[in-house]
């Protein structure tokens, strides 16, 4: 195990889902990556992990993430059953390992990785003080608020959002087909994570959820770090769900709670069926809530 962030991302799995699901998260013999198509020549691949965007054009091919590094093998193959072209860019989203996962690989097969600053500096951290080969997994291209990639005349514009998920999330628009890669900071899955410890807050989130309402039309298609594509009204629901959340807690924590009170409190008890456990959302939250201003 190279990285500590891998390590640390390893045990929060562990905490939140038990060590059966552990066993199953290092196998990944099983694991199928698929494709799928989202408009025009963007798809998303679906195997373990966060959901790669795939922007493919007649000499180059744009991967938006890597997920683990045992599945590259089978994305890199996925991509060629769509297209004869070699994958020439890898963008990052954000910092996890089951979005980073196989940069690593990409970059021994020649794919430049790029990412926000705050990716490669969060990542450098947990890469054990400069190992070389560890740092081959690095972005090697870093940008501090935007950038824009011309692919086959297609413009990719990539651009950082307030801090949400992580201090380091990225969205990723073609506006040419519509389609946004959202990363982390939105799921159709569940509640939202936001990861504190890599800088994550819930202004920010309800900011950058509020980014994608501003951003995206009726069509707009919004591939979600992890679930499936969605549109603008899935993305309104699920921020309107984090602004209501935000301000039960935020009142909670005005009596002084603690995060085990707020907890016991079932702050979300009512929005449970939909969105499932919020215990690492509540505790994401509580920690942001905390920390701003207080
Ligand atoms: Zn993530």
Not at 173 to 202: K, L, Q, S
Request: overall charge negative; some cysteine; aromatic content about 6%.
């Amino acid at each position: 195990m190279r990285s500590t962030i891998q390590s640390a991302f390893a045990c929060a799995l562990v905490l939140a889902a038990g060590s059966a699901f552990s066993q199953q998260a290092n196998d990944f013999s099983d694991v199928e990556v698929t494709a799928h198509q989202v408009a025009g020549n963007v798809y998303y691949l679906a195997g373990r992990g966060g959901n790669i965007g795939v922007v493919i054009n007649a000499d180059a091919v744009l991967l938006i993430d890597t997920q683990f590094a045992p599945l590259t093998e089978r994305i890199v193959a996925t991509v060629k059953s769509l297209s004869d072209a070699d994958i020439r860019l890898v963008i990052n989203t954000h910092v996890h390992p089951d979005h980073t996962g196989g940069n690593e690989n990409l970059r021994g097969m020649g794919v430049p990785v790029m990412a926000h600053d705050n990716v490669r500096a969060r990542m450098s951290k947990g890469l054990n003080g400069g190992d070389p080969a560890a740092m081959y997994a690095l972005p090697a291209v870093t940008f501090a608020d935007e950038t824009k990639l011309y692919f086959g005349g297609q413009e990719v514009r990539v651009f950082k959002v307030p801090a949400a998920h992580t201090d380091g999330d990225s969205f990723i628009y073609i506006e040419d087909v519509d389609v946004m890669h959202v990363g982390d900071v939105f799921r159709t899955t569940g509640y939202p994570v936001i990861d504190a410890g890599n800088g994550g807050t819930a202004q920010g989130t309800l900011d950058a959820l509020q980014l994608i309402l501003d951003m995206a039309g009726p069509n707009t298609q919004i591939i979600p770090g992890h679930g499936e594509v969605s549109s603008v009204a899935d993305v309104r629901e699920f921020r309107s769900m984090i602004a209501e959340v935000t301000q039960r807690v935020t009142s909670l924590i005005e009596q002084g709670m603690s995060l085990e009170q707020v907890a016991a409190a079932a702050p979300t008890a009512d929005l449970d069926e939909r969105w499932g456990s919020p215990d690492r959302f509540l505790t994401g939250l509580y920690q942001s809530l905390t920390e701003a201003g207080r």
